[in-house]
Nanobody
């Protein structure tokens, strides 16, 4: 089992910045990659950014150049630095971990990010 706890969401004005954190615990050695997803009201959950155990990153086109995913392996924590936020970035952001112990992701509880115009 892997447990994920997100923090760092909140309300910010357009153009502002936020940093989300996701702390992993449990069977962390089984994790292959971690990522951030988001789900806006009435929309499907979508991948925002991910990072593998080798440090390879991937970003959705909508956030390239504005968001940065990183990790601190000593703290078992993944971060999402979000800059130049836009109202369309408003969503619940979820941390996810893919592992070799089960075919589906582990998920955090989600953290709300609201960007006002």
């Amino acid at each position: 089992q892997v447990q994920l706890v997100e923090s760092g969401g909140g309300l910010v004005q357009a153009g502002g910045s936020l940093r989300l954190s996701c702390a992993a615990s449990g069977s962390i050695f089984s994790i292959n990659a971690m990522g951030w997803y988001r789900q806006a009201p009435g929309k499907q959950r979508e991948l925002v950014a991910s990072i593998t155990n080798y440090g390879i990153t991937n970003y959705a086109d909508a956030v390239k150049g504005r968001f940065t995913v990183s990790r601190d392996t000593a703290k078992n924590t993944v971060y999402l630095q979000m800059s130049n936020l836009k109202p369309e970035d408003t969503a619940v952001y979820y941390c996810a971990a893919s592992t070799h112990i089960r075919p589906t992701n582990y998920w955090g509880q989600g953290t709300q990010v609201t960007v006002s115009s």
